[in-house]
């Protein structure tokens, strides 16, 4: 309920809010009323049916494959570095600045970096497999080994931002829990599993739906580091963007999928967290 | 717990934190490598040396003379400087508006923000670039436009937590001493949260210098460092362009770190309340 | 006759509580005038709809005759001390005092001028570059009322602006808060729940309950024939006694008494000794009477647990919880 004092204070937010509406919402709808659109002006679903055509479904499964091993992959790096960060030891702030560096590296220079790791003649990482003696492996040379690739490239950049929310999470912990369950006589994996982990959840599940949804957007660095091969839904939008002008139509038609796939993931989370919050 | 407990007891945890200090320093090593080692000894094998055999500045020389580096950087610092400031025109009075409206309303328009903020780039940047092009934004007005998207909601955030932390009588106040709202703002408000202003600013500032898909969707020519350095990354000019990302990483590099003394402090949301 | 300040009617709500209810209030020019009343009964509340910085849902403030009602703060000229002083974190003292005289755009020289002048006045001239972070109790109190003093306002509004501060520091700042303001002349409005201050302070005291006056005047008045009987049990270091009226013959009513309105003798009520305390002026015994506490003062001291009978030397008659008649004043 508004109170009518209220509404002054309102007109301040105003700006923020017509600005990102008429940048973000009017822009989206465009998308779906376009994807509808013929380059002629005719309403049509053959934008849809054309993206069955060019691997929309490969797509959608990569993208998620991505997303859901960049999310593990960050998720196990970034418990080890918030569990260190909150020890107190020698060399603490140096190895906590060491590993916050990469998120203030754009994310082109970090797509560049991996690119020449691997490669797919020689890079960094294969003169590592050659010095022991094993064989060079190409590594865009399977859609398999490519999504692979983009997924750890992905680490480095990202991963820092979940060790912070996480470590602001361990570092809410009390430390007479653990002293309480040391004296019960539970070892160190003990107190991880029954103590960490389960108070740790909440900020981990919040961790993950903000980095699911960025995730599922990965467009620079799958671009840089495989180009369009196999594409991403962002990447393969960005393709047909870039084509012609009667494929920009396709292009609304994919942004359109992936805007409801994106909406679709966001409502279940709120009301998840919506759920969650009445309880409490 | 006590810094000095025994390196028996601290091992794994100082054998994990050196293994996972060299898998987040590598990157950057690599990066290192690529710039400083003579490109000749680079490119005796495919397999190059992890191990520097040489070094030199010739690359670094060779990239700023041979490539257009003021334009982009120019570029790139006006477009962050924008889209910092324009967090501020637009984050200040938001977060002031939200922190009068009481806690339940604001925290509605709050998620509102943070939705719009999950709306995929791609999806908002090619319809804005075809709009853009037809009222002459594509250039970096356009660019910063649109990446102030990306950062205004983590911007008022910020903006709000700085200003819930200020004691609520202090604008009273200036208002019974006799200023009226723009003077209050100007001379209590801001500088009492200038922290969290701060913080702000930076966050926005360092997330356009980094920023590439609206760039690259709404001016891909003479455009942002990242979208030039895509463009030299595609060319093939690898030593060229890993001079260029260092170069333009190091300032970024101290940004994050300042930041992240901030972040983990989270003195920007406290250290105001005496 | 014109007042200073006039409160007609004033009416707030939060949500579906009522903080002031048909508030009314006249203060006269000059006057000390303390506002008096428990925690959370609108005090508060009153003085930040009277500086503007609240928005009333009904009613008319009227300051030299002029409704003011709605106007922002800033332009009502009125000043301020906040409980916490509301001291600026990033300005020093001098510019904590300087403020007010900026905002209406006094030349440096004058604010120089009357900064030094307030500040000898309240003798901080020597914490005047100092931040005011460093400041102690005593002296914040002094900065923020040498703040509001500054720029000479038409009215001067103090929330519990002693409450922060320790007892002894407290004593001292009352008695020079009286001098001030009778020197200066100006017209205060204070307010407390602490009854020690609205009686060394006050010209006249108004007693706020349930969001409305509900009796005004000076403090010994209130003490000695206060107009309802929940007035009656506020005020005073003891609640005024209030027991039914049949003890002494008069049935349907109810009698208030001060614990020293009594005299202790062979025949009238009696009461059981349950506390017995001694104190300068004699002995205070609690008892309890239908259920009531109640306490009287006497000479002599009691063992817990006697009898004793006292008659009443003094006594007011309540109808209905309001005053009808004063008996043996």
Partial sequence: ?280 | MSVNSSWKSNLPLYIGAIILSIIFFYPLYVLILITFVPAPLNNLSPYPPQIPPGFTFYNIIQAYSALDLTGPVTRSFYVAMMVGGLSLALGIPAAYGLNKIGVRTANKFIIFFFLINMMPGIVVAIPISVEFLKLGLSNMYGVALAQELVVLPLSIFIILGGFRALPRDLENQARVDGANLPTTMYRILIPMNRSAILVAFLLSWMTSWDEFTYAVIISPVKSTFPVQLYNYVTRAVSFEASAFALTFTIPVIIVAVVLQKYLKSQSFTGGLSS | MTYKLQLQELEKKFGSKTVLNKLSLDVEEGEFMVVLGPSGMGKSTLLRTVVGIENLDGGKIIVEGEDVTRLPPHKRNIAMVFQNYALYPNMNVYKNIAFPLKMIGESKDVIDKKVNEIASILKIADALHQNVTTLSGGQKQRVALARALVRNPKLFLLDEPLSNLDARVRYDARQELRKLQQELGHTFIYVTHDQTEAQSLADRVAVLHNGTVEQIGPYDDLYEKPETTWVGSFIGEYPMNIIDGSVIGREGSQIGFRPSWVNEGDDGIQLTVQLCQAAESGFFIMSTMDGKSITIRVQKRHKIGSTMKFSLRRYNVYTDNRLVEEFGK
């Fill in chain 1, 1 to 280: 309920m508004l109170k009518s004092h209220n509404l002054k204070y309102i007109a301040f937010i105003i700006p923020a809010l017509v600005y990102v509406s008429a940048l973000s919402i009017f822009p989206a709808a465009l998308s779906v009323y376009r994807s509808f659109l013929t380059p002629g002006g005719s309403y049509t679903f053959s934008n849809y049916s054309a993206l069955l055509h060019y691997g929309l479904v490969k797509a959608l499964i990569d993208t998620m494959l991505v997303s859901i091993g960049a999310l593990i992959l960050q998720l196990f790096l970034a418990l080890f570095i918030a569990m260190i960060m909150v020890k107190p030891f020698r060399g603490n702030r140096l190895f906590s600045s060491l590993v916050i560096i990469p998120y203030g590296i754009s994310t082109v220079v970090s797509a560049f970096i991996f690119s020449q790791i691997f490669s797919a003649v020689g890079g960094y990482a294969n003169s590592f497999i050659v010095d022991f003696g094993f064989r060079p492996i190409d590594w865009v040379a399977t859609s398999s080994s490519s999504l692979s690739v983009v997924v750890i490239a992905d680490y480095w950049k990202n991963t820092p931002l979940v060790a912070l929310i996480l470590f602001s999470g361990l570092s809410g912990l009390s430390p007479s829990m653990y002293e309480a369950a040391k004296t019960d006589g539970a070892g160190a994996f003990r107190r991880f599993f029954s103590i960490t982990l389960p108070n740790l959840a909440p900020i981990m599940a919040i961790a993950l739906l903000i980095r699911g949804v960025s995730e599922f957007n990965i467009f620079a660095l799958p671009l840089v580091i495989i180009g369009y091969n196999p594409p991403l839904i962002t990447t393969l939008i960005y393709e047909f963007y870039q084509t012609s002008s009667t494929t920009i139509y396709y292009s609304y038609a994919a942004s359109t999928i992936l805007l409801f796939i994106i909406l679709g993931y966001a409502s279940i989370v709120l009301w998840k967290g919506g759920a969650k919050s009445y309880e409490r």
